[in-house]
């Protein structure tokens, strides 16, 4: 029987998704923070990268949403399966849109991508590719770096799943385990701090989305209490992943106790409306807000101007995100009607 949709996770998502568009939009418009900017700011308390802080919330509600709707029994394969099912067909369309428009009104665009880096973009490891130094240009057109990061927690989710299942103390042994590993590769570098560090933030909304109300509270004190300690500790020389980790964690607690406050039918069909379009915005936003400010001068764009663009962004990135997602659903009933045909 399909579980019912948890609100705070919608709200939750909605607010990583805000954190993300604004941010891209900030670093684009400011020349990649060349220049002041003019309409948000770029940190958060403690010295945090917004997207940082959205990247860390968008790590940690897809660890509950998996886990909240994991089947019983548990498929491997099956799990497998339904996640390059979800992710990859709307990737692959994408990319070939905004590649085809690239690579014809930008000649040049990709003279210096090797042709065997065209495997990364085939995997969505392109931009995880080039933010991790494997390669210096690639065929990256959509999405960005931490999609490759959360293809790697996939791998690791049935692990992760079946410790959540073996009661509590596995499930609190496993999280202290994966929160001492994470951050043990974080402060190596072996990983080019992309990955490590959001293991226990993906592990954390896998608990979380199992504990009783009471529960949640006491996650929340405790997220609160180590990033003070921290914070205490190390100050503004603290690792800032680390304290986006704590922060992060923080705020998704505190979003989930104070949801139902904001459990009204406007709010919740907003939310639920962002969230079914969130990886068709998540792909095409940041080519869009790149587009966009092709032709100002940035050094000296108004604050005005600044408004204006991001409305237009807003609206482009609207417009083209539900066209992704209808072309998505047409490419797929259309490949499925062949592949039946073609069986019949």
């Not at 190390?234 to 704590?246: E, V, W």
Request: some cysteine; glycine content about 10%; aromatic content about 14%.
């Amino acid at each position: 029987m399909k579980k019912p949709r948890l609100f705070y996770l919608d709200l939750i998502r909605t607010a990583a998704l805000i954190s993300i568009l604004i941010i891209h939009f900030n670093a684009t418009v400011t020349g990649y923070f060349t220049y002041p900017s003019r309409l948000f700011g770029s940190t958060l308390p403690f010295g945090i990268y917004l997207g940082d802080f959205g990247s860390s919330l968008f790590f940690i509600v897809s660890g509950a949403a998996l886990c909240y709707t994991a089947a019983e029994p548990f498929s491997v394969k099956g799990f497998y399966k339904k996640r390059a099912r979800a992710v990859y067909p709307m990737f692959w369309l994408a990319w070939a849109i905004c590649f085809t428009v690239r690579f014809t009104t930008v000649p040049g665009a990709f003279a210096g991508a090797r042709g065997v880096t065209l495997v990364l973009t085939l995997l969505g490891l392109d931009n995880f590719a080039v933010a991790a130094g494997w390669v210096g240009a690639d065929f990256a057109c959509v999405g960005e770096w931490f999609l490759g990061s959360i293809l790697f927690l996939y791998l690791l989710f049935p692990l992760l799943l079946a410790l959540c299942r073996k009661g509590r103390a596995v499930r609190w042994l496993g999280f202290a385990g994966a929160a001492v590993l994470g951050v043990a590769v974080h402060l190596t570098g072996w990983d080019a701090r992309l990955v490590a560090i959001h293991l226990p933030e993906f592990f954390f909304g896998m608990v979380f989305v199992q504990l009783t109300r009471r529960g949640q509270a006491g996650a929340l004190g405790a997220s609160l209490a180590g990033l003070l300690a921290l914070w205490a500790l190390g100050g503004p020389l603290a690792d800032t992943k680390i304290l986006c980790a704590l922060f992060s964690t923080a705020v998704f607690a505190a979003l989930a106790l104070l949801s139902p406050l904001l459990d009204r039918g406007p709010v919740r069909r907003g939310c639920g409306l962002l969230s079914r379009y969130s990886y068709a915005v998540f792909l095409c936003h940041h080519v869009l807000i790149q587009r966009l400010v092709r032709g100002f001068d940035l050094s000296v764009l108004t604050r005005r101007d600044t408004v204006l663009l991001f409305f237009s962004y807003l609206v482009a990135t609207a417009a083209a995100s539900a066209l992704l997602y209808w072309l998505d659903g047409k490419v797929r009933a259309g490949a499925g009607a062949l592949w039946h045909g073609a069986g019949a």
